[in-house]
């Protein structure tokens, strides 16, 4: 009788540890992706005309922008234990590195007259108006392999598919073209306010999200666990995954390595 019971209680403790299906919210580092910073770099040659000599040097436009190395993300994670054999998860993130960007104008002697700091707004990314972020964003859709049946605790190995997204980063290409173009039509260089300054940063943003976000197919590998008691409703996990494929600006030295720690609700 004792040995029923038991085996009773065993068999309600591992059907009851983990759940049909669950909904989780994780921190979602990213480890090795990084930007290095630029020196000022002569985006823009100012120059006017004078009746006695022609065209005479009035000054430069430079630009530089900061650097960044890991990020810092967070994520949403469904998943559905009620396969036999196989489980699968469907995972979003996003994570972002922060990197400081200024235009410069100078005079005609090298001296420094202004300098603005420029902010980005991008359309889908979950960010206000602020210094320049990288920000990249992944749905991944796995299937996982229970390496046990222990009760309570959850351990698994899979992998699966990756889409990516991600913002275009602030490069000297693009601000020297930008420069050349409606950037130009901004400047004034015996006599620009702070109100132009403050214009031609918000026309350079706004030509950066023009261009779009970067998109590309990849995939990952991962290793976790799940953790969870029996009737009670909440669940503990962790996950490592590696990453292979997307398409990322060349300034971008994308990292491979994330790791997700987070809590749900099972049913």
């Known amino acids: 009788m004792n040995f029923k019971i038991l085996a009773a209680a065993a068999a309600f403790c591992v059907s009851q540890s983990f759940a ?7 921190y979602a580092p990213n480890f090795g992706t990084e930007l290095k910073s630029t ?16 065209s005479v040097n009035l000054g430069s436009v430079k630009y530089a922008h900061g650097s960044f190395s890991n990020m810092q993300g967070f994520g949403l994670k469904l998943w559905v ?7 699968v ?6 994570q972002f590195g922060s990197y400081d960007a200024a235009l410069s104008l100078y005079g005609p002697e090298g001296d420094l007259i202004k ?12 960010f206000g108006k602020a210094s320049p972020k990288f920000v990249s964003m992944n749905g991944d859709l796995s299937i996982t392999l229970p390496i046990t049946s222990l009760p309570i605790i959850r351990p698994y190995i899979g992998g699966g ?34 109100e132009e300054a403050k214009q031609l940063a918000n026309e350079l943003s706004d030509a950066l999200t023009d261009e779009g976000l970067n998109t590309g197919i990849g995939g990952h590998f991962l290793v976790g666990l799940r953790a969870k008691l029996p ?7 962790a996950n490592y995954k590696l990453y292979f494929g997307g398409e990322f600006d060349d300034e971008i030295d994308y990292g491979r390595h994330s790791v997700e720690a987070g809590v749900g609700f099972a049913l």
């Open 81 to 87: 234990d009620i396969l036999p054999i196989i489980d």
């Open 231 to 237: 009737i009670i409703p909440i669940v503990a996990y």
């Open 161 to 194: 598919i990756t889409y990516y997204l991600s913002t275009p980063v602030l490069s000297d290409e693009f601000v020297g073209k930008f420069m050349g173009t409606a950037g130009k039509a901004l400047l004034n260089a015996e006599n620009m306010t702070a």
């Open 39 to 54: 020196a000022e770099k002569e985006v823009m040659s100012l120059s006017g005309e004078a009746a006695e000599v022609g």
């Open 20 to 26: 049909i299906i669950g909904l989780g919210f994780h």
């Open 115 to 126: 300098k603005q700091k420029i902010e980005l707004e991008f359309d889908g990314v979950p």
């Open 89 to 94: 998860e469907a995972t979003y993130n996003v």
